[in-house]
T-cell receptor, first 111, second 113 residues
């Protein structure tokens, strides 16, 4: 498959453990945040989003936490599975402006 | 419901040539945006079209251009190709713009020799 990032930060976790992927953003005006998952050879796939009036949002096995004070976003994946292995991107925007993507983190699940 | 379709999936060009990439958005989606993805720079925004009008443009040279048709299908063109244009070009569609989920296609992998 294609490599979407040769020198990305990598997080290795044991199957069944929880994963936490972090993202720092720089624009204090950003009010909308999204996490995307990109598997090899595929386009990014939406995981979960959160708006700035919230600090936590939960989905199926995933939780996004937003700390506006320190401009930090995290994605927590519960009971990580081999199928979760991918590159994860955070993205942000302010108002109706283009999404700005972070550099990504590669998650590797050890079976 | 069909997803975002990009063609071609893979192509090889030589320096100085030009290329046209096509994107068919999800039915009913009026906003189409394009991103360039490279290992070094990650996902970089190229431009966004809404109802046949370019609404946003990223920081790319004029060699990169695009358009959108009345059926919301979009094309992007890169002229006078350079080696550094080798990348995965991703198209994403959404209902109305940037305040909701973007749905991405699988991309067009361009290699410039």
């Amino acid at each position: 498959g294609e490599s979407v990032g040769l020198h990305l930060p990598t997080l290795s976790v044991q199957e069944g453990d929880n994963s936490i992927i972090n993202c720092a953003y720089s624009n204090s005006a950003s009010d909308y945040f999204i996490w995307y998952k990109q598997e090899s050879g595929k386009g990014p796939q939406f995981i979960i989003d959160i708006r700035s009036n919230m600090d936590k949002r939960q989905g199926q096995r995933v939780t996004v936490l937003l700390n506006k004070t320190v401009k930090h976003l995290s994605l927590q994946i519960a009971a990580t599975q081999p199928g979760d292995s991918a590159v994860y991107f955070c993205a942000e925007n302010a108002g109706n402006t283009p999404l700005v993507f972070g550099k990504g983190t590669r998650l590797s699940v050890i079976a | 419901k069909a997803g975002v379709t990009q063609t071609p999936r893979y192509l090889i060009k030589t320096r100085g040539q030009q290329v046209t990439l096509s994107c068919s958005p999800i039915s009913g989606h009026r906003s189409v945006s394009w991103y360039q993805q490279t290992p070094g720079q990650g996902l970089q925004f190229l431009f966004e079209y809404f109802s046949e009008t370019q609404r946003n443009k990223g920081n790319f040279p004029g060699r990169f251009s695009g358009r959108q048709f009345s059926n919301s299908r979009s094309e992007m063109n890169v002229s006078t190709l350079e080696l550094g244009d080798s990348a995965l070009y991703l198209c994403a569609s959404s209902l109305s713009g940037w305040t909701g989920e973007l749905f991405f296609g699988e991309g067009s992998r361009l290699t410039v020799l």
